[in-house]
């Protein structure tokens, strides 16, 4: 079965730092791979996705992510945090394969950022 | 992308009763999915909802306790039926929505729900 570790609960950077969260993902081959960020009291916001190619995934509000294989990681990255940044962040995969339906998420427990000012 | 909407937003409930939740797509879309996300935790997939099928429920989830309607393409309803403290959550519907290579699921704001 597949499985999501992200080992940092909670991580807290002061505005204008650079930011890395960690993912690691347990597969049997490489799976669809997917950074969601949720605010307070709101729901889920996709903020990037990696089916295939490019291993640098570019997402909305200026994160990236890179898949490396051979560390079966998917590491989210941010050169400057702003305030709004302080959310949970939930990295999740779902298994490749034909017809690209990915319904079976799997979800780390997320990572929560705080944003000192 | 998709907008999703959900009732109620959250509410307070007393052990014994029953909940529904609703979740209101702005497209046609095939395939919805409810979560719940407990207290610290991270999401987990309650059921899969296909319009003009029965839902199909993950290990550990029940139609007994979860009942799940899917009456059109927009629109999905899950109940939380004879709630006790343990029940209290965060409840998520999403929708799968293709894409480029591969589809995408995209989620409702949740609703909140504390048992009492």
């Known amino acids: 079965a597949q499985s999501v570790t992200q080992p940092d609960i909670h991580i807290t950077v002061s505005e204008g730092a650079s930011l890395e969260l960690r993912c690691n993902y347990s597969?049997?081959?490489?799976?669809?791979l997917f950074w969601y960020v949720q605010s307070p009291g709101q729901g889920l916001q996709l903020l990037l996705k990696y089916f295939s190619g490019d291993t640098l995934v570019q997402g909305i509000k200026g994160f990236e992510a890179e898949f490396k294989r051979s560390q079966s990681s998917f590491n989210l990255r941010k050169p400057s945090v702003h305030w709004s940044d302080a959310a949970e962040y939930f990295c999740?995969?779902?298994?490749?394969?034909?017809?690209?339906?990915?319904?079976?998420?799997?979800f780390g427990k997320g990572t929560l950022l705080t944003v000192n000012p | 992308s998709a907008v999703i909407s959900q009732k109620p937003s959250r509410d307070i409930c007393q052990r014994g009763t029953s909940l529904t939740i609703q979740c209101q797509v702005d497209s046609q879309v095939t395939m919805m999915f409810w979560y719940r996300q407990q207290p610290g935790q991270s999401l987990t997939l309650i059921a899969t909802a296909n319009q003009g099928s029965e839902a199909t429920y993950e290990s550990g989830f029940v139609i007994d306790k979860f009942p799940i309607s899917r009456p059109n393409l927009t629109f999905s309803t899950l109940t939380v039926s004879n709630m006790s403290p343990e029940d209290s959550s965060i409840y998520l519907c999403?929708?799968?929505?293709?894409?480029?290579?591969?589809?995408?699921?995209?989620f409702g704001p949740g609703t909140r729900l504390t048992v009492l």
């Open positions: 597969y049997g081959a490489t799976p669809y």
């Open positions: 999740a995969v779902a298994p490749s394969g034909s017809g690209g339906s990915n319904y079976k998420l799997t």
């Open positions: 999403s929708v799968e929505i293709a894409g480029g290579l591969t589809d995408t699921q995209y």
